[in-house]
């Protein structure tokens, strides 16, 4: 069965960091890419970035670039983001995601159900 599972969002302070996981089940990695992306309170879903199937990274937001690094375990079945300097504007409902290839321009279709980070002092 296809799954996709976000956990490690949480509520953290500015400048405090987290790391988010996402467990994936039915598909191997080593054939699909993994994208990460997010969406605010009234606004639309953004990405933020993607690991292609050989591990080759693309980062999509340049504010972010500096701070979020994504990764993955193959062996494990997890894509990790991993969040530095987290500002008050991080906050969000973060989700990954799959392509139906192995690149990251072959389009996200599967979707988790997102882990909530919340960003507060």
């Known amino acids: 069965q296809l799954q996709l599972v976000e956990s490690g969002g949480g509520l953290v302070q500015p400048g405090g960091s987290l790391t988010l996981s996402c467990v994936v089940s039915?598909?191997?990695?080593?054939?699909?890419?993994m994208g990460w992306f997010r969406q605010a309170p009234g606004k639309e879903r953004e990405g933020i970035s993607c690991?292609?199937?050989?591990?080759?990274?693309?980062n999509y937001k340049a504010s972010v670039k500096d701070r979020f690094t994504i990764s993955r375990d193959t062996a494990k079945n997890t894509v990790y983001l991993q969040m530095h300097s987290l500002k008050f504007e991080d906050t969000a409902i973060y989700y990954c995601?799959?392509?139906?290839?192995?690149?990251?321009?072959?389009?996200?279709?599967?979707w988790g159900q997102g882990t909530q980070v919340t960003v507060s002092s």
């Open positions: 995601a799959r392509t139906s290839g192995p690149n990251c321009a072959s389009g996200f279709g599967t």
């Open positions: 039915g598909f191997s990695l080593n054939d699909h890419a």
């Open positions: 690991i292609n199937n050989q591990g080759g990274t693309i």
